[in-house]
């Protein structure tokens, strides 16, 4: 059974820093992706961040680029995704998920909540 266990959520002000992680544990192969969506009340769930597990760059909605960093350890079958100068409308809950391969997300995580505040 596939579990993604995400952790590092909280309370922050603004302009601070936090770094959700996601582990994930009994895949029977290596993911394509690994990434990280977000939804905050009262809107859709949207993508945040991926990263291609075999390597290559990776991928952000415009909203975040330059803010927030996903990277990955193999070795631990953890994905992170370090978010930097925090905003209000960052406030939501951070889902981890994995593609197992190109076509769609298979597996997700929890979430994590993250609030932002002024």
């Known amino acids: 059974q596939v579990q993604l266990a995400e952790s590092g959520g909280g309370l922050v002000q603004a302009g601070g820093s936090l770094r959700l992680s996601c582990a994930s544990s009994?895949?029977?192969?290596?993911?394509?992706?690994m990434g990280w969506f977000r939804q905050a009340p009262g809107k859709e769930r949207e993508f945040v961040a991926s990263?291609?597990?075999?390597?290559?760059?990776?991928f952000y909605t415009d909203s975040v680029k330059g803010r927030f960093t996903i990277s990955g350890d193999k070795a631990k079958n953890t994905v992170y995704l370090r978010m930097n100068s925090l905003k209000p409308e960052d406030t939501a809950i951070y889902y981890c998920?994995?593609?197992?391969?190109?076509?769609?997300?298979?597996?997700w995580g929890q979430g994590t909540q993250v609030t932002v505040s002024s």
């Open positions: 009994g895949l029977t192969s290596s993911p394509y992706l």
């Open positions: 998920a994995v593609a197992s391969g190109p076509s769609r997300y298979d597996y």
């Open positions: 990263i291609r597990w075999s390597g290559g760059s990776p």
